[in-house]
């Protein structure tokens, strides 16, 4: 829990990993080159504080990732997100058991979201039966523009992806965080584009899809997709952390998000390791719109602010929020007031 100025606020840091990219996992040179290029969104998007060297960064282990969180960080839960690449790496990028057997440790801080890639086929669908089985899964994350041998990306509208969305709804699954935003050295940007969200969005009114990154670089896009569907939800990972290198243009992601999706669609999220989330926390508190900024956007409420970094994606994974912590429902003051006067005229 973070608290500032008299307001509570319940954290929810939906997208968070725990990877090695050290030089024993690498598989070839673009396993080198991905680690290298998370390690400079990191370094180039950070205050000097937060600065981790590149070892450290490579690989920090569970016990880390548990201080940054929940002792520094102001974190109540935080949600995994897999990443395996496996074409880059021996073990995978995310190193998925380890970071399943935390939740599995931590049940009412970590919940844990595996992968799946549809170019496995039916092979690959019975392994989601059972890792679904296994783990529990309420949802997944998706790498559409991962390799796996000569293919360079896939769309979640191709008839095999479909299959493996449809059987995410028989297991239970109900939601689907994709990678929507920026690229990742060497995987090719327009595997990244938004358009076929539109399509399954459309066709899959059982999931929620929560596009990370909001799409960037390609916002409006998003936007124009995300106000239509209303089972399109964003991810601020990579966006907030602008907030320290670039406040206007945060102001005008932000901005531009609460005006088309509604700050019930927003999600706060870290991508720890690539950031840690107590400076995220505390500067998105705090901040403001630029006033030269107001007359194209309204004022982020406090109100707004603890649904977006908790409330939203507490309700999306059945997350308890302590009573005190959550924002009143409709009417419940009225209710309150009227059941307080019907006693007072008993007496």
Known sequence: MYEKDGQQYFIVDSHVHLWDGRASNLKNVHGKQFIDCFYDYHKNLSPEEALWDYDTYTY????????DLFTDGYVDHAIFQATLLSDFYVTGFGQTEEAFALTQRHPGKLTYNHAYDPRYGEAGLEQLRRDADRMGLQGVKLYTAEWHGDSRGYKLDEPWSRRYLEEAI????????????PTIRPLDRDAFDVADIDKVATDYLELNFVVEHVGLPRLEDF??????ESNVYGG???AIPFIHTRPRYFAQIIGELLYWIGEDKILFASDYALWTPKWLIEKFVDFQIPEDMLGEYTQITTEQKRKVLGLNAASL???????E???????????EVAAGAKESVSI
């Not at 028989?170 to 935003?181: M, P, Q, R, T």
């Not at 936007?223 to 239509?228: D, L």
């Not at 912590?325 to 209710?335: E, K």
């Open 60 to 67: 920090y282990g569970g016990d880390r990732l548990m201080k």
């Open 170 to 181: 028989k297991l239970g699954i109900k939601n689907v965080h994709v990678h929507k935003g």
């Open 236 to 238: 601020l990972a990579v």
């Open 317 to 323: 994974y059945d997350i308890d929020v302590p009573a």
């Open 325 to 335: 912590l959550r924002l009143p429902t409709p009417g419940q003051d009225t209710v």
């Open 223 to 228: 936007c124009w997709i995300a106000t239509q």
